[in-house]
């Protein structure tokens, strides 16, 4: 009877969690297909009579289109994902499996930069870019973040570290080197951990706004977030339409969330357990 009353009470808890977790984004919707008369006359939680669809033909077809942005930030996604991982796998492995003068030390220097906010690098790497000729450019947007980040090498580190040296030493013994390793022995073994990046990095790149804000100007380089930012003005809200654009923008996301979510459990199994 106590292990049932304990599954009862667990299940409660974690059905008040998802639901918490989830009304704001079932609001986004529901006043996403609102009109602007709607949203302003009804309570927030009545639902839309009628409901329509006006809100999001303005954002793909209209004057108020998303097209162009959300083109720009898949490429500058898909361009700081893999220069990201790809920098940051060979720095873990450097810090690894590795031996060079200063390694540890290096490692810790690199990562205490974690500690360094944002805002307090935001205008020396704005000057630096800007006389580089990268002001407003595609490139000004994704370099500051190519070169690994110092959060997924600390996580690719330690997650190589736990591998046993065992395998590392009979694929040596079978000739391979560092490349070779790192190719065939440790990435394949890495799957649940660098799919969790992937997905970390994806979101925090999908929905960085101050850094694109800041390097660029006008609409040519414009992205996602700026422009659902953009929806607004100091006088008019569009409530219905930016909650159209951030249902949109959201969606992505979710998608690459359902298709990644077992490697992520994974992760977070395996990391537990070490």
């Not at 073994?189 to 925090?204: D, E, H, K, N, Q």
């Amino acid at each position: 009877m106590r292990t049932v009353r304990r599954a009862v009470l667990t299940y409660l808890a974690l059905g008040l969690g998802a639901l918490v977790i989830l009304a704001p984004y079932l609001m986004s919707v529901q006043t996403s297909v609102k009109t602007p008369r709607q949203f302003a006359q009804q309570p927030p939680l009545a639902p839309p009579d009628p409901v329509t669809g006006a809100n999001y033909a303005e954002l793909v077809v209209g004057g108020h289109t998303l097209v162009p942005p959300l083109v720009i930030t898949l490429q500058v996604v898909l361009v700081v994902v893999l220069g990201q991982l790809t920098c940051s796998v060979l720095a873990a492995y450097a810090f690894a499996r590795l031996d060079f003068p200063g390694r540890d030390a290096l490692f810790w220097v690199y990562l205490a930069t974690l500690m360094v906010p944002i805002v307090a690098v935001l205008v020396p790497r704005f000057v630096l870019l800007s006389e580089a000729g990268l002001g407003n450019t595609f490139w000004g947007i994704v370099l500051p973040a190519m070169f690994g980040s110092p959060y997924a090498i600390f996580l690719l580190r330690q997650f190589f570290r736990a591998i046993p040296q065992e395998l590392l030493d009979a694929a040596r013994i079978d000739g391979a080197g560092h490349l070779r390793v790192l190719r065939h022995v440790i990435l394949p073994l890495s799957r649940p951990i660098l799919a969790t990046l992937l997905i970390i990095t994806v979101v925090t790149h999908w929905n960085d706004f101050l850094w694109p804000l800041v390097i660029t100007s006008g609409e040519r380089w414009q992205v996602l977030t700026v422009a659902v930012a953009g929806l607004q003005s100091q006088y008019q809200g569009n409530w219905t339409l930016v909650m159209a654009a951030t249902t949109l923008a959201t969606m992505p996301l979710l998608v690459l969330f359902v298709i990644f979510q077992k490697h992520i459990v994974r992760s977070i199994t395996i990391t537990g357990m070490r």
